[in-house]
C-alpha cells in the first residue's frame, strides 16, 4: 500500500456529494492526524492490565475497584461513544477529535499522580470518554476523507492502532521499572500523555479546515440504526469482540503471573497477544475493501480462538507465546468489524450513526466481560472457566458476523 497515494493523489473517486475536497497540504494532516490519533486510542486502557498488581498496591484500590477499572474501557465506550456522531453534527468531526485528544492527553497524566481510589478511576473514566469519541468518528473520518479507499485507510489506522495498543502492553512495565528493579506505576502510566500530546498538533491545524464549520450537518440518528437487522448484527460481532479482546487485555497479564511467569514476561505476552494484530491489521482491512462476501476471512479469524484459548488451559508453560499468538490473531477479527462499518454504510452520514449504534451498543454488550470474568475467578479460585466462557461466546460471534460480512447496506434496510 502506497500512503503517499492517499496525500498526492486525489482523495475520493467515489460518487458521494459528501465526500471532503481536499487540499494536498489537508489530505497530508488528515492521514498524519489518523495514524497519531489511532495510535492513542488504546494504551489509556491497555496499559492498565500489565500493571495492575502495582496499582492496586499504590493508589490504592481494592478489588471491586479493580474490577470496575479493567471494565471502564468498554462502559466509556458504551456510555460516551452514542453521542459522538451528533456532537460531530454540530461542531465538526475534527473539533470533536481534537476535544478527545485534550481530555485524554490531561487526565493520563493526572491519573498517575493521585493516591485516591475514586479520583483515579475518575479521571481514568474521563481519559477514556475522550477516546472513545474519536474512536467511534473514525470509520467516518476514513469515510468523509477517503470514501473510495475506506480498506486502505481502515488499514493504516488499525495496524496504528494496533502498535499503540502493544506499545502500551509490552513497554509498561519495562518504563515504570526504568534501570532499576523497583516498578514506579506512575511512570507506566504518565508515559502515554506524551504520546497524546503529540497526537494534538495535526488536529490543532485540522479544526481550521472543519468541513462542517459554522452549520450543522444532517444526521442519521443512532435510533434508525437500530431497526436494522444490519446494525444489530454489527453491535453483537462488535460487541462480543470487544468482550473478548478487553477480558484478555484486562486479565490476560495476571493470568500469565498466577501460571508462574513474571510480572516482565507476563506485560511481554501480553503485548505477543497485541503485537500478533499489527501486521494482520495492515492486511485484514485491504482484503476485506477487496471483497463483496468476507465470511472465509472472518472464520479464518475466529477459528484462532480455540486453539489459543485450549492451548493455554492445556500447558501455559512453556508454550505461552504460541496461545498467546494464536489469541492475537483471533482478536484481529476487530479490524475486520471496523472496516465492516465503512464498508456497509453508503455515505458519511450512514457511517457516522452506523458506527456509534455499532460502537455503543456493542460495548455495553462487552462491559460485562473484563468483570464477569474477574468475579468467575474471583469465585472460583481458577481461570478456568473464565477461559471457557470467552471461548463459549465465540459461538455467537461468528453468527453475528456471518451476517454483518454479507454484501448489504444499512442505508438499504433503512429503505426497505
Not at 470496575?68 to 475534527?94: E, Y
Not at 473539533?95 to 498517575?112: D, F, M
Not at 500469565?256 to 497485541?274: F, H, N, P, Q
Not at 505461552?320 to 492475537?328: H, T
Request: with cysteine.
Amino acid at each position: 500500500m502506497d500512503i503517499r497515494r492517499l496525500v498526492f493523489h486525489d482523495s475520493v473517486t467515489a460518487t458521494s456529494a459528501d465526500a471532503a475536497q481536499d487540499s494536498r497540504l489537508q489530505r497530508l494532516l488528515v492521514v498524519l492526524g489518523i495514524v497519531v490519533l489511532a495510535f492513542n486510542l488504546r494504551p489509556a486502557a491497555s496499559s492498565v492490565g500489565p500493571l495492575l498488581e502495582e496499582i492496586r498496591a499504590g493508589v490504592p484500590l481494592g478489588s471491586t475497584e479493580a474490577g470496575i477499572l479493567t471494565t471502564l474501557p468498554v462502559i466509556c465506550f458504551a456510555v460516551v461513544g452514542g453521542a459522538a456522531p451528533r456532537l460531530a453534527s454540530w461542531i465538526g468531526l475534527h473539533r470533536v477529535a481534537l476535544i478527545g485528544l485534550l481530555l485524554l492527553t490531561g487526565c493520563l497524566w493526572a491519573r498517575g499522580h493521585v493516591h485516591q481510589g475514586w479520583l483515579f478511576l475518575v479521571l481514568s473514566f474521563t481519559a477514556l470518554a475522550g477516546a472513545a469519541t474519536a474512536n467511534v468518528l473514525m470509520p467516518s473520518l476514513v469515510k468523509l476523507h477517503f470514501p473510495a479507499r475506506v480498506g486502505q485507510v481502515t488499514a493504516v489506522y488499525t495496524t496504528s492502532m494496533a502498535v499503540g495498543l502493544t506499545a502500551s502492553s509490552a513497554l509498561s512495565v519495562p518504563i515504570a521499572s526504568g534501570s532499576g528493579d523497583q516498578v514506579d506505576y506512575t511512570r507506566g502510566l504518565v508515559a502515554w500523555s506524551v504520546t497524546a500530546g503529540i497526537a494534538v498538533l495535526p488536529w490543532i491545524g485540522l479544526i481550521r479546515h472543519d468541513l462542517h464549520e459554522g452549520r450543522r450537518t444532517r444526521s442519521l440518528g443512532v435510533g434508525a440504526i437500530a431497526r436494522t437487522r444490519l446494525g444489530w448484527a454489527m453491535a453483537g460481532a462488535f460487541g462480543l469482540q470487544s468482550l473478548q479482546a478487553y477480558a484478555i487485555f484486562g486479565w490476560f497479564a495476571q493470568m500469565c503471573r498466577d501460571a508462574g511467569y513474571s510480572a516482565e514476561a507476563s506485560g511481554i505476552l501480553l503485548g505477543v497477544v497485541t503485537g500478533a494484530s499489527i501486521p494482520l491489521s495492515l492486511l485484514i482491512p485491504i482484503l476485506a475493501g477487496r471483497m463483496r462476501d468476507q465470511r472465509w476471512l472472518l472464520t479464518a479469524l475466529i477459528a484462532c480462538y480455540p486453539v489459543g484459548y485450549l492451548g493455554f488451559l492445556a500447558d501455559p508453560r512453556p508454550l505461552g507465546w504460541l496461545w498467546a499468538l494464536a489469541i492475537g490473531c483471533g482478536t484481529s477479527t476487530f479490524p475486520l468489524v471496523l472496516t465492516m462499518i465503512g464498508l456497509r454504510a453508503r455515505t458519511p452520514e450512514g457511517t457516522a450513526a452506523l458506527s456509534g449504534f455499532t460502537q455503543s451498543t456493542g460495548y455495553l454488550m462487552a462491559a460485562a466481560g473484563p468483570f464477569g470474568v474477574g468475579a468467575l475467578h474471583a469465585a472460583t479460585g481458577t481461570w478456568t472457566p473464565s477461559v471457557l466462557l470467552l471461548l463459549g461466546l465465540c459461538v455467537p460471534l461468528y453468527l453475528c458476523g456471518l451476517y454483518a460480512t454479507g454484501d448489504r447496506y444499512v442505508e438499504d434496510e433503512l429503505a426497505g
